[in-house]
């Protein structure tokens, strides 16, 4: 029998994800260990483990890379259909979300471009454009954040209007705003530059301060602080 398709049941018990963390804990599992559990069973072809192994493979072994793709892309895996895609999907988005909360525990604070980079990093690892705009008290605490829209891979439609809106409706001083550029790259673009001026010229008339807009690139960058801010450079 091929190595890929030993039933889990007939392997050793210390090759064995579940049993392996019941006698090792958590930690001693890889991450394909662990996204095996998630799965559950493995397909006609290979066992769980190597399906979990492929799957990764197929990410450049990156779990930010795997949480990106689609449900209609995790399905093209053998053996992955809508409740496993939905499952393993499922289980990154706790991830993304546990270390959202994880950082931004102690961060009600928003005074620099380092610091809006922290709160939204995790929400803005899409492969599409998204908008967020972040509401701070006259001492730039954190009162809420909101997505204002999202949009295809190149660029997304921003209402200012609703900006300003939620602005009031949260009796905000203080604003600030990001988004991402799916490509990796953050050098902003001519229509960046532009709304960037519209929306610092609509907060200057309702007496709210813009504090800064950042754009995030690819954040499992190198340096881990992969963004460009408007105000860091001069440009707001």
């Known amino acids: 029998m091929d190595k890929n ?3 889990i049941k007939d392997m050793a ?5 579940r049993e392996k963390m019941l006698d090792k804990g958590k930690k001693a599992l890889s991450n394909s260990e662990l996204l095996a559990i998630i799965i559950g069973t493995g397909s006609q072809n290979m066992n769980v483990v190597k399906l979990a192994q ?3 493979a197929d990410a450049n072994n990156s779990l930010v890379e795997l949480s990106k793709k689609e ?24 991830g993304s979300r546990m270390w959202a909360e994880t950082r931004n525990s102690d961060k009600s604070v928003i005074k620099d471009s380092h610091s809006i980079y ?7 690892n899409e492969s599409h454009e998204l908008f967020y705009a972040i509401y701070l008290n006259n001492r730039n605490k954190l009162i809420c954040y909101k997505q204002i829209s999202s949009g295809g891979l190149t660029q997304t439609s921003v209402d200012i209007r609703m900006i300003l809106k939620n602005a009031v409706e949260c009796n905000a001083t203080v604003i600030a705003v990001a988004h991402n550029h799916p490509s990796g ?29 950042v754009i995030v690139g690819e954040h499992s960058s190198s ?8 105000y860091d450079n001069g440009m707001l």
Do not use: Q, W
């Open 118 to 124: 922290e709160l939204l990093a995790s929400k803005l």
């Open 54 to 56: 492929k799957l990764l």
């Open 13 to 17: 018990n210390e090759d064995k994800p």
């Open 223 to 230: 340096n881990g602080n992969n963004y460009f801010s408007f």
């Open 71 to 94: 449900l209609s892309e995790l399905k093209k895996a053998d053996g992955i259909g809508d409740a496993k895609a939905v499952s393993i999907a499922a289980a990154l988005e706790l």
């Open 5 to 7: 398709n030993i039933p």
């Open 185 to 213: 790259s953050v050098r902003p673009s001519k229509e960046d530059i532009n709304l960037t001026k519209k929306i610092k010229e609509a907060c200057e008339i309702m007496d709210i301060k813009l504090l800064d807009h």
